[in-house]
């Protein structure tokens, strides 16, 4: 659903909606938030975009104040804390994450200004079929990294239950040794069974991270569905992994991941499966030539590492600095952060249309009926629709025009 399909649905719902219209306000002084001074706030209306939420309580503003002077000096413990707060559906709570996420961003908005506009923080994708031996590979490169002084945090997202909400969470008990260094932060979330494997939250997560100091953030997701495409837009670099001998590759991975992958990486290459990592990294490097780039300043390239040797990965994070540099050099970088916040904006607001459309009193009202119908077979799904979207326009035009 884009954008011209979603406008005149949301002229519609903005009558039903609980929360009064934010009328833009001056931004010439400073909003009253406790915790947040005049210089994090520089060149953000910060007054104006959090106007629709009611005045913070002391208690509430004490919370804040506490997470959000953790967070900034490094404290897992805060920013722990921070990412279940955003995580949360209470809907009180959710407005005091997006109060927290507001300062957060203004602070790192500052510290990109005083570091010449570019973006402290690097954050790559992880995705490949199971059993590629993602966990492995993340802690290999992870106590690389802070070995060699930088912060990392690593968002494993989770495969859960629609039905139970119950997730295998099995990540931090595979990353052992890195789950205990201080200079790492690993915090696996559940899907909930939105956006194909990635949290609506996983995003504001990774701001969280960024602020609390970790420059590199690793996102791993599931690595089925729509989880990659998902992923590929909220990272700077997105890395396929594949695991070696398991038969037709090429066949197997669909030709959209693999136009996603800046870096695609045949893991285990050691033993009895280094031949077929080399018979699979030729083939994927002559997949990737027939493929359209995505990148003036970058061809995506084919490597192979062995987490239980350590050979390749070096060389590997050589290659990500690499991109990392080429894409800062020649804006690309930037330009794929500016064009990742546009398409989460809208997946959020898909997600919200949706979620106000099936509370709507009309359509509650409706669709026992209908969904009883369709399930008998009396009627199409596709008549359903149009039967529950004509009393959801109805119902918001008289209600508009009262």
């Known amino acids: 659903m884009g954008p011209s399909v979603l406008l005149p649905f949301l002229h519609r719902l903005s009558s039903l909606s609980p929360l ?11 909003p009253s938030f406790p915790g947040l001074n005049s210089q994090h706030i520089r060149g953000m209306c910060v007054e104006s ?55 957060v961003l203004a602070y790192r908005k500052e510290q990109e200004k005083q570091n010449g506009g570019k973006p402290l ?15 492995t590979f993340i802690e290999v490169v992870g106590k690389m990294l802070t070995g060699q002084g930088h912060k990392v945090s690593v968002l494993a997202v989770d495969p859960s239950s629609c039905t139970t909400g119950g997730s295998l969470m099995g990540d931090k008990t595979r990353m052992t040794e890195l789950s205990r260094d201080m ?24 701001v969280l991270c960024e602020g609390s100091g970790y420059n590199i953030v690793l996102v791993e997701t599931v690595g089925v569905g729509q989880s990659e495409f998902a992923v590929a837009d909220m990272v700077d670099m997105f890395v396929l992994l ?52 995505k990148s003036k300043s970058w061809n995506p390239k084919v490597m192979r590492v062995s987490s239980q040797t350590g050979e390749g990965v070096p060389e590997l994070w050589g290659k990500m600095a690499a991109f990392r540099s080429a894409t800062l050099s020649s804006g690309d970088f930037q330009d794929r952060r500016r064009a990742q916040h546009k398409v989460w904006m809208w997946s959020l607001i898909q997600e919200n249309v949706l979620r106000h459309f099936q509370e709507h009193p009309a359509v509650r009202g409706e669709l026992p009926q209908l969904e009883d119908r369709v399930t008998r077979g009396a009627i199409s799904p596709g008549l359903a629709a149009d039967l529950l979207l004509k009393a959801f326009t109805s119902s918001s035009s008289s209600s508009s025009s009262q």
């Open 49 to 103: 975009t959090l106007s629709h939420i009611k005045e913070l309580s002391p208690p509430e503003q004490r919370l804040l104040n506490k997470l959000y002077e953790g967070l900034i000096s490094g404290q897992r413990a805060s920013l722990a804390e921070a990412i279940t707060l955003v995580e949360t559906q209470h809907p009180r709570k959710k407005e005091l994450a997006q109060v927290l996420l507001q300062r």
């Open 121 to 135: 923080a690097f954050r790559v994708g992880l995705s490949g079929p199971p059993g590629a031996g993602k966990s």
């Open 183 to 206: 200079s790492a932060f690993i915090r696996p979330s559940p899907t909930s069974g939105t956006l194909g494997g990635v949290t609506r939250t996983t995003n504001e997560a990774i």
């Open 20 to 30: 009064r219209t934010v009328t833009p306000t001056s931004c010439t002084r400073t």
């Open 242 to 293: 594949i695991p070696p001998a398991g038969g037709d590759e090429l066949q197997g991975i669909k030709r959209g991941i693999i136009e996603k992958a800046d870096l695609v990486v045949v893991t285990k290459a050691d033993g009895d499966l280094l031949v077929p990592a080399r018979r699979i990294q030729a083939e994927y490097t002559s997949a990737l030539k027939l493929l359209r780039k």
